[in-house]
């Protein structure tokens, strides 16, 4: 009979846990200094080891995918000895260099010992204001998600998705209130890569519509995704995490009823535009862009149209133009009304466009805003 010796043993038991590696994700990380976004946001993160008697290796991996991203993702690694919890303040800027950006992490560990937290805050305009993002496991991503608790009118609501595969995605997100489809965007998504649609109602052409129990489902083509909402209230800019939860697919039109019209509005004297028309505000403040009410940072996708208000919050600012994209230069002046440009960005425009305030307008002139064009 044939013998197994301890140390056989040993490796047979090990060898499972050197092979197993554990991807946790943080979907939505930034870095928003003051001067690059409408307010500044940041990200603290909390990286603990559960383990009471081994220590464990990390690799953090940035996967940036809005504003200035690095031209290749960068990555840290680090371990932890056993119980400990490790701290990265602002984690996009103190570990991956990565100002004026913002995107998701993955943190890869062998075995199941790692716990991932976040707080993603902003210090104005009262600091500071933020909310809990958890760390998620590859379970967590789902093919079909649902997010409830979604909201408009008193409250705002930015969707996020984050693809975590080695594939690209097509996501489809359709936005309900009380059973009825109120609108549908299509989203691609590039592997390891993400988005978020702030204002989702203002995205879908439903502005008007004001609810506390909305919800939005977040349908993959093929790889599961992972799918969050983030419900702000407009009074007191406190907001809260909302995780996709995993739904199931609904058979084909199986669309409750039909999309309710959008309230009625006073007209405005614009040009004369598609009816897919997507209307984005882009306001200049000392010293920030703000796209509807956001970030600095916008993105449009090939074929659609978008209908860009531009104004000054306070003192007379510069819009450079993008000539990339057909839009041109023009001065925001106080007190002015809306300048109004139209944009039907192409295949050929794909990319960053990063623009700048050219007009002098105090200590923080310069401040950068941009808009990104995805397929």
Not at 7 to 24: G, I, K, N, Q, R
Not at 92 to 108: D, I, K, L, Q, R
Not at 270 to 292: C, D, G, K, Y
Request: proline share 8%; hydrophobic share 45%; charged share 10%.
């Amino acid at each position: 009979m044939r013998r197994t010796t301890p140390v056989l043993c040993a490796a047979m038991l090990v060898l499972p846990l050197l092979l197993f590696a554990d991807t946790v994700t943080l979907p939505a990380v930034t870095s928003l200094p003051v001067g690059s976004a409408a307010s500044p946001f940041f990200s603290d993160v909390r990286v603990f080891n559960t383990s009471y008697t081994a220590s464990v290796s990390v690799t953090a991996v940035y996967r940036c995918f809005l504003g200035a991203c690095p031209a290749a993702a960068p990555q840290v690694s680090f371990v932890l000895a056993p119980r400990e919890s490790r701290a990265f303040d602002d984690m996009v800027f103190s570990s991956f260099n990565a100002p004026s950006s913002a995107g998701a992490v993955e943190f890869t560990s062998p075995g199941t010992s790692v716990r991932v937290t976040s707080r993603l805050y902003s210090t104005a305009p009262i600091p500071t204001v933020g909310m809990f993002i958890p760390g998620l496991r590859v379970s967590e991503a789902h093919a079909t998600s649902v997010l409830t608790s979604v909201a408009n009118g008193a409250f705002r609501t930015n969707v996020g998705l984050y693809n975590g595969n080695g594939v690209g995605a097509v996501a489809t997100i359709k936005l309900f209130n009380g059973g009825a489809l109120l609108g549908v965007q299509t989203v691609p998504l590039g592997p390891h890569s993400g988005t978020q649609i702030n204002r989702i109602f203002d995205a879908v052409g439903q502005a008007g519509v004001s609810t506390t129990n909305a919800y939005a489902v977040v349908e993959s083509d093929g790889a599961p995704l992972f799918a969050y909402a983030a419900v702000i209230d407009n009074a007191t800019t406190d907001p809260i995490f909302v995780r996709g939860a995993e739904d199931l697919r609904g058979p084909a039109g199986s669309v409750p009823t039909a999309t309710p019209p959008p309230p009625a509005a006073t007209p405005t004297p614009t040009p004369t535009q598609p009816a897919s028309a997507i209307t984005v505000t882009l306001t200049a403040q000392q010293f920030r862009w703000s796209f509807n009410g956001g970030v600095s940072i916008f993105t449009m996708q090939v074929g659609r149209t978008y209908e860009v208000h531009m104004r000054s919050l306070d003192v007379t600012h510069g819009f450079p133009g993008i000539p990339a994209l057909g839009m041109e230069q023009r001065a925001l002046e106080s007190g002015a009304g809306e300048i109004i440009q139209i944009v039907r960005p192409t295949a050929a425009q794909v990319g960053t466009h990063v623009f700048a305030c050219d007009i002098e307008c105090g200590v923080g002139h310069g401040f950068e805003g941009s808009i990104s064009v995805v397929p």
